[in-house]
């Protein structure tokens, strides 16, 4: 069964979507199997106080319901879409296909393969049809991403980005004395 909503699953108990909010960034994934690489997006977006919606839209296993995903996406006030997913990863560029919003994709990695095939399958996009790619397993940058978008437009975004910034090189900073 899919963790269509974060909050009412065991698997997700550690991340909640504020439900208040209208969702700016669509998280999919194409199996519920994908959640705890696909948590870190979901987690970054929290901590940025930037509403999301998640739900598991199988391109290959749900159809019907991914291109009705990908089209209504943009009429129900999404900016933005993360989608992940593994192996023969085509969710995310299908998503692209139907909707003019701009899509993050998150190669998955499973057992076999580390993720390489995630990644190809969802990077080699062919031109007019563009997927953002992120690193194997790089949630937490699809979400900055999806904020970084968002935050075109919004000055409260463009400032906790800032603070962002400066809080990771300070880790940095504290870092290297540690190591001194
Ligand atoms: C992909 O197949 C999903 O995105 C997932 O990464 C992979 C395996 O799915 P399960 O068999 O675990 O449901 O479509």
């Given at each position: 069964p899919a963790p269509a909503n974060p909050e009412t699953t065991d698997a997700v108990t550690d991340v909640s979507v504020a439900p208040a909010a209208t969702p700016l960034v669509g998280v999919v994934m194409g199996?519920?199997?994908?959640w705890n690489v696909m948590s870190d997006a979901v987690q970054v977006l929290r901590d940025f106080g930037v509403a999301c919606e998640v739900d598991v839209v199988s391109a290959h296993r749900t159809p019907q319901k991914m291109i009705d995903y990908g089209a209504s996406a943009r009429e129900r006030g999404l900016k933005v879409i993360i989608a992940g997913a593994g192996g023969a990863a085509h969710l995310p560029g299908m998503l692209a296909a139907v909707t003019t919003l701009p899509v993050v994709g998150v190669p998955v990695p499973l057992s076999r393969l580390d993720g390489l095939d995630s990644l190809l399958s969802i990077v080699?996009?062919?031109?007019?049809v563009p997927v953002a790619t992120v690193s194997i397993g790089g949630a937490k940058n699809a979400g900055l991403i999806a904020i970084k978008v968002l935050a075109t437009a919004d000055d409260s975004l463009r400032i906790k980005l800032d603070e962002y910034a400066l809080e990771l090189a300070a880790q940095v900073e504290q870092k290297s004395r540690d190591l001194r």
């Open positions: 199996s519920d199997s994908d080699q996009m062919p031109a007019g």
